[in-house]
């Protein structure tokens, strides 16, 4: 069914409407009008802007907000995360990828990268719910290349299992990161991506120890060990980079990789740093914005996170006018990474993905719309969230969110984690 | 009116009912009933917490959120700010803290610290709107002793427009901060809290050069500066204390005073340093949470600020373990600060002042419902806001909300600061 929203304003104040045919904008502008069969969104004090995109989650992992939080981070994973997980079914992961899409359609987010296990049933909820996803299973051999038979085994039968969901949900390779995944089997990964076109996802220096542990396995430097083996192509997402120094910069810069910060993650685990996002921004990288999983953050509202990547690198710059709010918006509808598949831009012939925000809230009041988006709002301010022509949200209700929450606490009181 | 609530939860799960008789609570418990004529508030599917303590803020600057931000202090200040309030009238003043208390209403807020201009104004638009605050002229002289009695008259003349304005509105002495105003008048302020017993809010070592200008004018670092004027009593709320050091903590300690952190504006304008949180309670110093100004935060949503003051602290001490949920979630409803009037727990005879939480919004579950509320959740998961006993808001809808909105814009506009 096509759609159209009238009634709505830009940014600016102007009127605009939109008729978007086949999940693809047909038409904008003040004077497009609905045509007969038309689904319709009412536009009426709604501001009408791109949505949001997540370049980095563990989407499933809402099943673990709150679970054992507070703790030092491998106390954390060792104790409570990984045996939680060594339970997890696939409807396990179906319902916590389901809650996970409702609080990011909630709260403006059209896309998301997701790594993690059982990406099938990932994939499911993703279609089930709408929006778009990059989906990747996350491989580890824990840099024993004996294991690398298998590690390659559970990625292709990954890519198998994903080979038939798209558009909207999109396979890619997710090693694990540096430190858990051999070379023989990152090497193996690049030449995967190279050859099938698939992207890369994965974890790059959150943590200090992965540069040391690099060092001395390796004899290089994060960067040109990555750029050695092909893995810092213009199809690689690279999560955190808050250890990258100069060597990275020029090597992720070199390759075209994304780099995706995760502010609030960092700050709530307690990473050490603070993402250098001046130099990677200096060096031309492309940068996003993610939440990570949600039981590190524990949101999954960009709203929040978009003011926190600003007010973080504010501080660590000692100077207010670091990362102005027109800027930090620009991240989080992934203008500055178009590799993370956002729509900053609604244009005729762009994919129709937008939401409606309710410029009547309070806190977006009374001007200055972007810096409240940024400084001001949380994603409540968000009424209705579109996906490929597709409305998820109306009236900031979501169908089936009794049925996901009810489902994502079963499985949750299943895995002995509330 | 009396008001009785019904079918609500405890965080622990358990149902609870509450009945609030001439504003305090009467009743508590599983069994309590309503009576005839007592106004009534569902509580299916919510649950029932405490109100939020805004420490420290300048309600009215609602007006300019958003207004030249992104720029460095003195600069946003001197250029922009200050000629702007320069233009403040009565009217304006009012439009703005009535915006404020709107979204501290929606936000769950239901106390907050106050300075700035026009008082009266504040403390009409306080009551009108139905929070609680206390209320202060920001008292300077610009370290001129000369502009002594202008600043002693301006303070006199504000204790008495607020005389009347009791219980929910309680006026303050509110001298700006110790490089501000002189050591006479300083002193003096300290003289009238006492003789008076009118509490005293003061900014507190938001930026380094209160701590050198002090040393440099006194010879003296500000806690013992400010303990021999006998400003450091449990009747002085001091904002930020981002500088204290020893002599500070001890000073402060001993003197009894409450210290009100504002890490989201301290990040915004990068003022170079973290409130140094860990030695402060170690120290014994009662603290509480602020927004401070909607201009340099952009917001005055507790819950989000909740969650910026456990991240950083995490961040600064490098150690996820600081700052746990429940301590972080205590400090906002002003548990650790009894002198600024929060009601943190909920027992007959205390003041019915309350929320009613969303505890069906997706993001606070599947379990573990403290640490979402201060990791996960926005101030929209608050679905009503109940203050000596008077709804604020219900379904989380308030009273006159439009037409607040609708005449703060036009106050901006007036000011020109769109």
């Known amino acids: 069914m096509n759609l159209t929203v009238t009634g709505a304003h830009l940014p600016s104040g102007e009127p605009v409407a939109l008729r978007a045919v086949d999940g693809t904008i047909a038409a904008i502008g003040a004077d497009v009008t609905a045509e007969l069969g038309d689904e319709h969104l009412d536009g009426t004090d709604r501001v009408l802007l791109p949505g949001l995109v997540n370049g980095h989650t563990h989407a499933a992992m809402t099943l ?46 059209i896309a998301f990268w997701d790594m993690y296990w059982e990406p099938a049933a990932v994939a499911r909820a993703v279609t089930d719910a709408g929006l778009r996803a990059h989906v990747g299973l996350p491989l580890i051999d824990g840099l024993d290349p004996s294991r690398g038979k298998a590690l390659r085994d559970d990625a292709l039968r990954s890519l198998d299992e994903l080979a038939d969901t798209g558009p909207r949900v999109l396979p890619c390779l997710a090693p694990h990161g540096i430190y858990t995944v051999s070379t023989d089997s990152l090497a193996w990964v ?50 955190h980079g808050v250890w990258m120094e100069d060597a990275e910069l020029g090597a992720v810069a070199a390759g075209g990789a994304t780099v995706v910060t995760d502010p609030v993650s960092n700050l709530k685990l307690a990473v050490g740093r603070v993402f250098p996002y001046g130099a990677v921004r200096a060096a031309g990288i492309p940068v996003g914005l993610g939440t990570d999983g949600a039981s590190s953050n524990n949101g999954l509202d960009l709203f929040q996170d978009v003011k926190v990547l600003s007010l973080l690198q504010k501080h660590a710059a000692n100077d207010p006018r670091v990362l102005p709010a027109d800027e930090a918006w620009a991240i989080a509808t992934g203008a500055h990474a178009p590799f993370l598949g956002g729509v900053p831009e609604l244009v005729s012939g762009a994919p129709a993905d937008f939401v409606l925000v309710r410029s009547d809230a309070p806190e977006l009041g009374p001007g200055h719309l972007t810096a409240n988006l940024v400084y001001a709002a949380a994603g409540h301010v968000v009424d209705a969230t579109v996906v490929a022509g597709r409305v998820l949200m109306r009236d900031g209700r979501v169908d089936d969110e009794a049925e996901v929450r009810t489902k994502a606490a079963e499985r949750a009181a299943r895995l002995g984690v509330l």
């Open 64 to 109: 673990f907000r709150g679970f054992a939080g507070d703790r030092a981070l491998m106390d954390w994973l060792e104790h409570y995360i990984w045996p939680a997980e060594a339970r997890l079914d696939a409807d396990d992961v179906y319902w916590g990828t389901r809650l996970a899409c409702l609080e990011m359609i909630r709260t403006g987010t």
């Open 190 to 239: 690049a030449e995967q991506s190279a050859t099938r076109d698939v992207p890369v996802h994965l974890h790059y220096l959150e943590i200090e120890d992965e540069v040391t542990g690099c060092l001395d396995r390796s004899g290089l430097r994060p960067g040109p060990y990555l750029a050695g083996l092909g893995l810092l192509t213009p199809r690689v997402v690279l999560a």
